[in-house]
Every structure is written in C-alpha cells, then in structure tokens.
C-alpha cells in the first residue's frame, strides 16, 4: 500500500491559535499521544523564539519514541550573514532533533517587500541554510512559504526557490498555502508540476491553512496531483482560521483513498487521541467534526434511524468503529418507538414494543419534551428516567439541602463570587460540605462532588467540559423557564445530562446530580441498600 508521511504541527503552528498555550509539560503529554496515533513527524516548536521550547527539547530528548521523529522548526539564515554566524540556525542544531523544518520565502512579493532583500539572496539563503543543515547530519524538510502565491505571480522563481533547496540536500518540499486563499483545483494543478518536477529526486509535502475552508480539500488534491507528506495540527485549530484538519485527512487517506498514513491498527484509536489532545489544549472538539465528533454518527430523524437499524451504510460513510467512535441514536418525540425500545433493551431486555410500560415511557418522553427537556444531548439523563420508570434503579445520595450565596461588589483579587453548603445522606450517613466557585453553579458543583467523594472516590476524576443555558419561554421574562445542558468527563468517557426548571440553580442541580448518578452507575458502582 502507498504511504503518506503524516506531518503533525500541533505544538508549532497550532500553538499559534488563539487561546491556545501549552506548557512543557502539555508538550510532551501531546508528544506521545501522537506517536502512539503514529505520525511520522511531530514539529515541536522554535527552539530559537523562546525559554520554553527550548526547556522542551531539553526533556523530550529522553523520550523513546517508536514511530514519529521530532522536528525542529526555524527560518532560513539572515540576510547578508553566514550560516554559522546566525542564532537561530544553530539554536535548531542546538535542539538536536533528527529533522528539522526550515521555512524559505518563494513569492517574490514577500522577497522584495517583507524581507526586503533581492531575489538572487533569497535563494543564497535557501540553499545555503539547507546544506549548512544537511552537513550537521539533520534530515531537512523545506518549507516553501507562500508557494502557492508565488508560483501563480512568477513561477518560474518559486520553482528556482524549491530548486535551490533540492540541489542543497533537502529532503522534502512542503508547498505552504500560507494564506489559506487557494481553492483546491489551482492546489491539484501547481502540486502536479512540482511533482513532475523534483518528485522522483524529493518527497512532496502540503502545507494548507483553512482562511478559504478549503485546507482539508486542498490536502487531499496535493496527495492525488502526487504529494506523499502532508502537514497540519490533528484537530484543526493554528493561525487565524486555523491549519488543515489532521484528523479528518487520516481517515480519508485511509478510508477513502486507500494509502497508508499511520500504522495498520492504529485508525481505531484515532478518536480517543483526539479527544485527549483536546483536553489538554482545554479545547472542545466540535460535535460536528468529521469521524471523531459526537453528532458524526448521530441519528436522529425517524427514517434514518429505521434506516439505520436496518443496516448502517443506509445513512454512514463509514463504520464509526473504524476511528474509534460510536453510534449514537438521539432520542427526541421525532426518533420512534423502534430507539426508544433500544433503549429499554439495555437496561430491559425482555420488554416488547407493545408491553404497557413501553407505551408509557413514550407518553413520559413526550410529557418530559413538553416540560422543555431534551434529550436528544443528554442521552444519559433519559437512561436514568427508564431505569426510575422501570424500577432498576436505587439512588446513590439523598439531598438533605443546598444553598449558595454571593458576594458583591466583586473582590478583585478573586474569581471565586460564591459559596454553596451541600448537605447529603449516603448509607445512613450525612456529610456537609462548603465549597467557593466563580458563580454558583461552579460552586454548587464543586460542593457536591467535594461532599460525595468521601463516599465515591471515583468522582475525583469528574469534571465538567460544557454548560449550557436556554431560556425556553423568553416572554415571561425573569420567570422563564430554563433548560441547564452539561457535559461531563472522567478523562475517558464523556457524558451529558439535562436539567428544566424556572430556577436555574435548581435546573443546574438535577443536571449535576444526575451527571454524578450517571459516571457511578457506568463504573458499576454498587448503590448503598440503606440511604
């Protein structure tokens, strides 16, 4: 099977995106969730820009990684120096990776007007930092800033650029759609040429930004015109609009175009690495991104459902087992009784279509959608109501009573506004707690996993990733009803529950305490006999 380098840039590029800041540590976490996903390259920073990327080299030059190569990341020399007398280039010598990435000006726009020097200097300066690299025993890879502006205002010199960079030692050219403005087919057409050109001396390489939406369409164009190493962040997010979707690229190559890019075996991890990448950059991956979001293999109509039941490739692309995700099918007053009765059979197996209790968790669904629930987000709070309605259900704690109380004016030296007391009885036993949160939600959370610890230690793992607020009568103004959403994480399943009320403290609570209820019950916690 053809192979394609992947060519991960998450602690580089992505680091660029806004709000977005790791640290040393994050680092090398990130590091080794991409080498266990398989990459071939992890581009890890600048060793010459700053105190922490240099920290990181440091510590990641005691990793053992199995598959990926570490990358360095810096710029051609300096106009009008020499090599050995340039920091930045011997600061990427210095972090003593095995690649190093170097990025060169191929426009001559950015030549003559951003870095102000002439074209004849611009290509000293490619082919003189490539060989000064090469000779130190690094694999160099050549990013070809600009490429794609470039080559559309003189390709000539842009091809001259790349030329000067093969005949030094280079051992890939990545054609950077720097600004992100290139539709896919002008990608296809200057990718073609370049593979006819250098592709039989170097590998070719995509670099797609994602300002036109394109980066991932235009990723997969450059890989069918010829290009076999492709560059990105796994999730997506880097400068302005962020960078090409790694994600989404490696189950395409792999799923729709039939080349290798990672290990065989490691697709089916492709999920669970994303979504722990994504807690560390505290970043939510959008319910609707392709093979790893929640709503990617959500059903929710009652036609797909039927449809789906029946056989899946009725309505998915792919097996969602294949990327490691799952099924899901929303329940609503709109899916059918055929989900609901799936359902009830993972918690009631022998219970019919027609049994009289199915009827009535229908009727209940209805009531509850009418009252301003939903459930087609929080899946886990209407398996809880089943397992109430159906009597397989003994609960875990009993509220004795909360309370929260603010403080204003604001103290400026603390986010903490509010306090919340927690009282509640688990086996017999009753156990109070206070806890300080910015607003009371956050503090009535903190207080009522805080109090249920000492019980349930399990729930240190527990926090929440989401909270969401809808107002669902907007016209009785303040005494509208609201409807409180939240997610939930132990760092290895996420899961979401739902809450109604016309207080949206009390709405947030039965939202928390079923989110608790919920982790317990899928560790396989045993309730207590006797609360």
């Known amino acids: ?21 790791f640290s040393v540590q994050d680092k090398l976490k990130i590091v080794s969730l991409l080498d266990e996903l ?27 990684l199995k598959r990926a190569k570490l990358v360095a990341f810096g710029a051609t020399r300096r106009r009008n120096i020499h090599c050995e007398d340039d920091a ?44 000064y690299l090469a000779a130190a025993g690094r694999e160099v890879i050549f990013d070809a800033e600009h490429f794609f502006d470039g080559y559309r205002s003189d390709s000539a010199y842009a091809m001259r650029c790349l030329e000067a960079a093969v005949d030094s030692g280079a051992s890939t050219l990545a054609l950077c759609e720097t600004r992100g403005g290139a539709l896919p087919h002008d990608v296809f057409s200057a990718t073609e040429a370049v593979c006819r050109r250098f592709g039989k001396r170097v590998r070719i390489g995509i670099h ?31 400068e302005r609009c962020g960078n090409a979707c790694l994600a989404t690229i490696v189950a395409d190559l792999e799923l729709k175009m039939g ?29 609707t991104a392709p093979y790893i979001g929640r709503s990617a293999f959500s059903h929710k109509g009652g036609m797909h459902i039927d449809g789906v039941m029946k056989n899946p490739a009725s309505f998915e692309h792919v097996d969602p087992e294949a990327v490691g995700n799952e099924r899901r ?99 017999g036993q009753s156990a109070i707690t206070a806890a300080e949160g910015a607003g009371p939600v956050n503090a009535l959370d903190q207080a009522l996993r805080k109090v249920l610890e000492q019980f349930y230690p399990a729930l240190k793992a527990v926090h929440l990733t989401d909270f969401k607020v809808r ?27 739902v809450g109604v009320s016309r207080d949206i403290i009390e709405a947030s609570w039965l939202a928390l305490s079923d989110s608790i209820e919920y982790k317990l019950l899928a560790d396989g916690i045993d309730p207590p006999q006797d609360l």
């Open 329 to 427: 099918m929303l329940m609503s007053e709109v899916a059918g009784r055929a989900l609901l009765l799936q359902r009830i059979h993972a918690v009631a197996p022998s219970l019919g279509k027609d049994d009289p209790r199915t009827v009535e968790l229908m009727d209940i669904l209805k009531r509850l959608e009418a009252q301003g629930y939903q459930f087609e987000g929080a899946e886990s709070s209407f398996e809880l109501v089943i397992r109430k309605h159906l009597g397989h259900w003994r609960p875990y704690f009993e509220l004795v009573h909360y309370q929260t109380t603010g403080v204003h004016p604001l103290a400026a030296e603390t986010d903490e506004t509010h306090t919340a007391v927690v009282k509640v009885r688990v086996d």
């Open 38 to 64: 398989g990459v071939s390259y992890v581009e890890a920073g600048n060793p010459g820009s700053n105190p922490k990327d240099l920290e990181f080299f440091r510590s990641a030059s005691r990793m053992c």
């Open 208 to 238: 797609a930004h994602d300002d036109s939406g394109c980066a991932v369409a235009s990723s997969l164009e450059a890989v069918r015109a010829g290009a076999d190493h492709v560059q990105g962040t796994l999730l997506g997010f880097g």
């Open 259 to 287: 080349l290798r890019a990672i290990p065989d075996g490691s697709l089916d991890q492709l999920t669970r690495i994303c979504r722990a990448v994504a807690e560390i950059a505290n970043v939510r991956i959008p319910n």
């Open 471 to 497: 107002v669902l009568d907007s016209k009785s103004a303040t005494a509208s009803k609201v409807r409180v959403l939240i997610e939930s994480t132990d760092g290895v399943r996420s899961w979401s529950t």
């Open 1 to 21: 099977m053809h192979s394609v380098d992947i060519f991960d840039s998450t602690l580089r590029d992505g680091s660029q995106a806004e709000g977005i800041s």
């Open 88 to 131: 930045n280039l011997n600061s990427l010598l210095g972090a003593g990776t095995p690649a190093v990435a170097v990025f060169g000006k191929s426009w001559d726009f950015q030549v003559t007007e951003i870095i102000r020097t002439t074209l004849e200097e611009n290509l000293s300066m490619i082919g003189e930092t490539v060989a």
